[in-house]
T-cell receptor
Framework: AQKITQTQPGMFVQEKEAVTLDCTYD???????LFWYKQPSSGEMIFLIY??????QNATEGRYSLNFQKARKSANLVISASQLGDSAMYFC?????????????FGAGTRLFVKA | IAGITQAPTSQILAAGRRMTLRCTQD?????MYWYRQDLGLGLRLIHY???????GKGEVPDGYSVSRANTDDFPLTLASAVPSQTSVYFC?????????????FGPGTRLTVL
């Protein structure tokens, strides 16, 4: 069954340091997409980064990179040079292919606290 | 361009009442989704629609119904609200192609059922 697991309810990181947020997934599909979203205290959902299951290189978007390990079914988010504005909830999500109807499910989230 | 709008912003509802949450997008996206967000549980998919005229059940569909009469609108109806449906509800849309079609989210509706 389709499933996303984020095992870290909360994480602390010192400003300017890097942090890794864990995400593992389970799917029987060969074609799927993995996403990370940020939800600040204001409540909106902000798209950060995407990784396709057939992409051979890890996705990067500015200070965000996705450490994709397909055999382990993990898609960890790495934030480099943390900033105070990075304090937020972070959600990992997976979208399966057209056979599954493009359903997208989310993990329970990780709350990141960036310390000055 | 507004993106995705949801109405109402918040609502307090008596148990047993019927309620429809509205969602409208102006991006001509084929796919639309409804999620509920509860503390510690993240976002859980209620229903989704890949294109106008079709809908599908998500992870937690019981007690909810949807319709997709056109591309832009995707209302969510609670036929007889119960306190366990107290939550923040997010509507989202995306292109329905496979791969990296990110979802765009509405601002959410905070629903309290008493």
């Amino acid at each position: 069954a389709q499933k996303i697991t984020q095992t870290q309810p909360g994480m602390f990181v010192q400003e300017k340091e890097a942090v890794t947020l864990d995400c593992t997934y389970d799917t029987s599909d060969q074609s799927y997409g993995l996403f990370w979203y940020k939800q600040p205290s204001s409540g909106e959902m902000i798209f950060l980064i995407y990784q396709g299951s057939y992409d051979e290189q890890n996705a990067t978007e500015g200070r965000y990179s996705l450490n994709f390990q397909k055999a382990r079914k993990s898609a960890n988010l790495v934030i480099s040079a943390s900033q105070l504005g990075d304090s937020a909830m972070y959600f990992c999500a997976m979208r399966e292919g057209h056979i599954r109807g493009f359903k997208t499910i989310f993990g329970a989230g990780t709350r990141l606290f960036v310390k000055a | 361009i507004a993106g995705i709008t949801q109405a109402p912003t918040s609502q307090i509802l008596a148990a047993g009442r019927r309620m429809t949450l509205r969602c409208t997008q102006d991006m001509r996206h084929n796919a639309m989704y409804w999620y509920r967000q509860d503390l510690g549980l993240g976002l859980r998919l209620i229903h989704y629609s890949n294109t106008a005229g079709t809908t599908g059940k998500g992870e937690v569909p019981d007690g909810y119904s949807v319709s997709r009469a056109n591309t832009d609108d995707f209302p969510l109806t609670l036929a007889s609200a119960v306190p366990s449906q107290t939550s923040v509800y997010f509507c989202a849309s995306s292109e329905s192609r496979g791969g990296g079609a990110e979802q765009f989210f509405g601002p959410g509706t905070r629903l309290t059922v008493l």
